[in-house]
Structures are given as C-alpha cells and as structure tokens.
C-alpha cells in the first residue's frame, strides 16, 4: 500500500467516527469503538474466504463425528490461520440481513463474537466490545458503524479491490495494517493530549534499529531465532524486525525461523498486538498482558534478540512492592555483582529512582540474554532512551551501579544520539543503547559514540512534537558509521556550520570513576569582636524590626509589658517599611523572654572576646574548637543552635 492509500483508509476510517459517533461519545472516547471495530473487521475479512470450509468442518465434528466440544486444530488447519469463528455470521451478513430491531441485532453480534476461537474472544473481552456494541445499538447507530465497516469503499483485506466506481482499492498488508493501527493511536492520543510515543515508535527509528541489531551478523544468523521486547505496545518493533529479517528483497534473506514475544501492560495495545501476532501466524500465547516489572513472565527464556522503547521519566512507585522490601532488593533482575574499592565482590541494587524506571526494562533485557556458552552470538539488545539513563545517579546509586555492570562486563557496544523531535510525544533527546555479550575481537573493551543530532530532514506538517524523520541516506550513513567503528570528525559547510555525523571510540576504563570526598582545612578567616559579636543581640529573620526598637527604646525593651504596649506602632512602622509579619512573627517580636535570651547570648560572647581577645585566624576550625573549649572552662551552658550562632558570629 503506497502512502496516498494508506492515509485515504485512515481518512475514511477516522470519518466513521465523525460521521457516527458524535454525540453518542464525547470525542475522546472514539478510539474505544473504531480501534476495536478496526481489529474485527480485519479479522473477518481474513476469515471470509475461509467461512465454509469452517462450517463445514464444524458440522463433521458436530454431527459425523458427535463430538460435543469442538477439536481446535482442524478448525484452524480450515481457517488457515491461528484463529477462526464457528458461527454463521459475518460482519457483511449481519448488516444485509439486519431490521430496525436493535434487540435481534445484538442477539446475532452476540452469537457471532461468542463463535470466534479463545484467543480472539480475549482480545475483544481486552476491548470490552460488546458492551460497546450495545451502548450503540441503544443510540440506535451501531448498524450505522457495521455499515461503514464493511463498505465496498474500505478495502481491509489482503487482496486489491475496486470500488463501486471502478478505482482500485489496494489490498492492505499485515504490514499496512500495523501502520494503520499506529497512525489511529498516535492521532487519538494527541486528540485526547496522551503521550502517542508511549505506544508509537516512528517506523523510520525502528527501521534503524533494526539495521543495528542485525547487519553485524547478517552471514551469521542462526537457524531458530527468538525476539523480546517487554514494553511491546502494538508489537511494531516485533513486527519490524521480522519483517526484517524474512523479506526475501531484503538484505538479510535468512531462511530462520522467527519467534516474538512480548509483554504490554495496556489492555487496548495488548489486544492490538495479539490480533497483529495472529494475523501474521505468530502464536499468539507468547504475548502477554500486564506489568514486566513486578512479575518475570519469562523467567525461563532467554532471547537472541530484544529491542524496546520503554517508558521513559515515569514512576514506578506502584511496582516497588514487587521488587523491594524496605532497601532490600528482593527481585534477581535487578541485583548486580561488583567489586567494591577493597576488590571485595558485593551484591548490590541495581534499581534506579523511583521515579523513572526505564532503567528497570533494560535490566530486565539484560537478565534475558543467552550466555555465549549456549549461543556464540550471544543476545544483542537495541533500547532507546534520554538522558537519565546516562545521566542520573551518583557513583553507588541504582542508576550507576547498572551502568557499571554493564560497562565492566563488557555489554555496551555503542550509544547514539539522536536528533531532537524525532518522537511524537517528546521534543527532548533521546538515544539508542546497543548492547551484546558477543562483542568481535576488535570491539572488546571499548565503546563507540556515535552524534547523529544533526543527520534528519523536516516533515512538511508536524505530528505531535515530531517534526523531523530519518531519510533512508540516514539510516545508511549511521549504520555504516557504526560498522566501521572508526573515529569521525563532523563536518563544516560553508556557512561556518557542523553538519553531519561525529564518531568517537573510548575505552571502558573511560568512563568509570569512584567518587572520594576530600577534606580540607576550612580558610574563613574568623575572630570576635565588638562589631562582629553585635548582631547577636537581634533575630537574623526580624532584624530590621529588633535594631529599629533597640535604637528607639534602648534598655526599656527588656522591661515586662513594655513591647506588647507599642505593637500598635511596630506593626505601623513595618508597614511603611513594606515588611509583612505573620502571627509568629509578630509574637517573637514582642515577646520579652526572648530578647532577653538574646542578650544573655551577647553576654555570653562579650565574656568570650575578654578571654579569647580579637585577633584573627585563617584556620575556622581551629578558632571553632577554642570558642567550645573556652565555653566548657567558663561553664558556660549554650544550645547547640546557640553555640552555632556564636561562633558563626566570629567570621
């Protein structure tokens, strides 16, 4: 399906839901009627031709054979796919034979979805179709949005088409469908201001990622592969890479055998992704549903190869129970070993903050690798990230223990940056880390840099925060930078300008550090003094106020009563002043106990000058412990806050 086509489908199918559902749901809530009725509707085209041969196969096991439960895999051997429905229905049956009555209606959708296989009814139970279904039979339009579905000017099955004029209907790809998919979710993500990258990865990305992932040792792919991404959304990176890898005008023309697997925590992109693995003959059960943090779904496998685009700068404090008890780490996943300063191995936390766990699904990949004992590629992982992940965390914390591990066992193989507004959801930078525990001879122990910020060309009209893509020269000039693993320096145009990508290759020993705290000395100069120990008769927070009294009243301040008598004319003089008191304030301000403790504090340090006397030292600390030593000898009793306050007084 050529680009034109693809967006007159999305167009027509986006009018559905203008055309049909306003005023029966406000505008966000569309997407809850037209991506699973966008599912159904693919589905059934792909079962139409298939339809007798099922019911029929229906019919021998029911009545030749009295089988009271039907046997699944001759049901799918006649469908010819993972899935198949045994009722009489069609979506175009159900609309050509429908009437006015919305109760007959919803009877035959109802025996129709109840026809469908196990693995199609948990997708539409993920939907909540039927209830759907009958919230618009009760507005009386769901016979409307049938009849759109299965319009001759929609053409959702594989094979080309002419409408009612004549014009060609492209047939629509399993490929096309998972364009279609995403392009719906990104626009009614941005309609209700959600996050569109959290489920949409741009194709262009991906498409690097997977040239990444698999031109290194495209002459050396095994037999059998297996793939992982555990934040799998619609499964369009899954579906990517093995589209990758057995289209036979590629590059890679393995004859391997690929299997996905994946992990979404949406129940609405969850059931996209099932139905795309079914239509696409992938076995559906090897997609789960639910958080990959705070249950190991797949704690028996191990992959060849994972990609991802986990949630980045979101919380996972809902998954700490799971993965913590107090400050013990009680999940493997995310413990490390290292040695500490003594070459002393420790297990330690290899969680970040709470409140950005993207670092968490990388862990995850990393737990999930083959051991080059059991595979001598190893496992290669491609995940995109921002900056937190390289950022984040002093030396000893989660963040920088996860890095480390990775680092000194040698998996980090390449990070590259990424131009600004690549993504929909987020204008900020981002990258894509690539890790293997295969690394050839010629990579083992270093780590290569790769800027490609400035390698991009401006879409025509933005999309969401995305406003700019790779071209197919991008993708080809980063590959062949990250192929060639030699330093490059970026170019300079005319104008004076970098343009280009830039390469730098470090060592690992580059990037580690230990963080050592080094004392010294404090070189405030310091001593008492009539002038310095002064301001110890005033509150530091009402000094203006207490110095403006002193100088007015003198002594007579401390006398009882007298301070509470002239708050009228202290709150009158802050106000000229533009000094706003509160309750607290105010109370402290006239309170006559407390000027007195000040002045007892000043006593306190007029006594010290005597004994000290008022020269003065470069060495704070030393002039510190001669104020507490002099203060012990007089016996003289301060509180800590006091003590503080004194000898701060000396600077």
């Known amino acids: 399906m050529n680009h034109a086509s693809h967006n007159s489908l999305v167009a027509f199918i986006w009018k559905i839901a203008d055309d049909c559902l306003r005023d029966v749901y406000v505008r966000g809530k569309y997407r809850d009627v037209i991506l699973p009725m966008v599912v159904l509707r693919r589905l059934d085209t792909l079962l139409e031709p298939t339809k007798e041969a099922v019911l029929e196969e229906v019919c021998y096991q029911k009545e030749d054979l009295g089988e009271l439960e039907l046997d699944d895999h001759p049901l799918k051997a006649a469908s010819g796919y993972v899935f198949y429905n045994t009722s009489p229905w069609t979506l175009k049956k159900l609309h050509s034979t429908a009437t006015n009555n919305q109760q007959i209606l919803l009877a035959n959708i109802e025996d129709y979805l109840d026809g469908f296989s196990d693995n199609v009814k948990e997708i539409v139970g993920r939907f909540k179709l039927f209830d759907q279904m009958r919230h618009m039979a009760d507005k009386q339009v769901l016979l409307d949005v049938i009849e759109n579905f299965v319009s001759p000017r929609i053409n959702l099955t594989p094979h080309d088409k002419e ?170 996943r995310f413990q490390v070993e290292l040695a500490n300063y003594w070459s002393e191995v420790e297990t330690v936390d290899a969680t970040p903050r709470s409140s950005d766990g993207q670092l968490l699904f990388l862990m995850e990949m990393v737990n999930k690798m083959k051991s080059t004992g059991t595979s001598p590629l190893g496992s290669r992982i491609a995940s995109v990230h921002n900056g937190s992940s390289l950022f984040t965390g002093d030396a000893g914390s989660g963040e920088s223990n996860i890095r480390r591990y990775i680092i000194e066992n040698d998996m980090l193989d390449t990070i590259i940056q990424l131009p600004n507004n690549l993504f929909y959801n987020t204008g900020i930078t981002t990258y894509i880390w690539l890790l293997t525990n295969a690394k050839p001879e010629a990579r083992k122990g270093r780590v290569q840099l790769i800027d490609a910020n400035l390698l991009y060309r401006k879409l025509r009209k933005n999309l969401g925060d995305k406003n700019c893509e790779f071209a197919p020269e991008h993708i080809g000039a980063i590959t062949d930078a990250y192929l060639n693993f030699a330093p490059i320096e970026r170019e300079i145009d005319v104008n004076n300008d970098p343009q280009g990508i830039a390469v730098q290759v470090f060592d690992n020993e580059d990037f580690g550090y230990y963080k050592v705290t080094i004392e010294r000395p404090d070189r405030r100069r310091a001593g008492f003094s009539a002038e310095r120990i002064a301001p110890l008769r005033f509150d530091k927070s009402l000094r203006e106020p207490m110095e403006w009294l002193w100088a007015e009243h003198g002594d007579k301040v401390y006398e009882p009563g007298f301070l509470k008598s002239e708050l009228k004319g202290i709150t009158a003089w802050c106000e000229e002043q533009g000094i706003t008191l509160n309750a607290k304030q105010r109370t402290k301000l006239t309170d006559t106990s407390y000027w007195l403790k000040l002045r007892d504090l000043l006593d306190a340090a007029t006594k010290l000058t005597t004994q000290i006397g008022t020269a003065e030292t470069d060495d704070f600390n030393a002039f510190r412990e001669t104020v507490n030593k002099t203060l012990k000898a007089q016996r003289l009793k301060l509180t800590a806050s006091d003590n503080g306050a004194m000898v701060i007084s000396g600077v």
């Open 163 to 332: 409408d009612p004029e004549g014009n060609k209907l492209p047939g629509l790809s399993n490929l096309g469908m998972g364009y279609v998919f995403e392009e719906l979710i990104r626009k009614f993500n941005e309609e209700n201001n959600e996050e569109a990258g959290e489920h949409f990865t741009p194709r262009e990305v991906i498409h690097l990622m997977t040239h990444l992932m698999f031109d290194p040792i495209k002459d050396q792919l095994p037999p059998l592969m297996t793939i992982y991404d555990p934040a799998c959304g619609s499964g369009g990176m899954l579906t990517e890479a093995q589209n990758y890898i057995k289209d036979p005008e590629g590059l890679i023309q393995a004859d391997s055998d690929v299997y996905l697997f994946g992990k979404e925590i949406n129940d609405e992109t969850y059931a996209i992704c099932k139905s795309d693995m079914m239509i696409k003959g992938n076995n559906p059960e090897n997609i789960r549903v639910g958080s990959t943090l705070s249950t190991d779904e797949f704690s028996a496998n191990r992959f060849d190869f994972m990609l991802s685009n986990p949630p980045y700068g979101k919380s996972w404090n809902s998954e700490v129970k799971y993965i913590k008890d107090g400050k013990d780490v009680i999940d493997s």
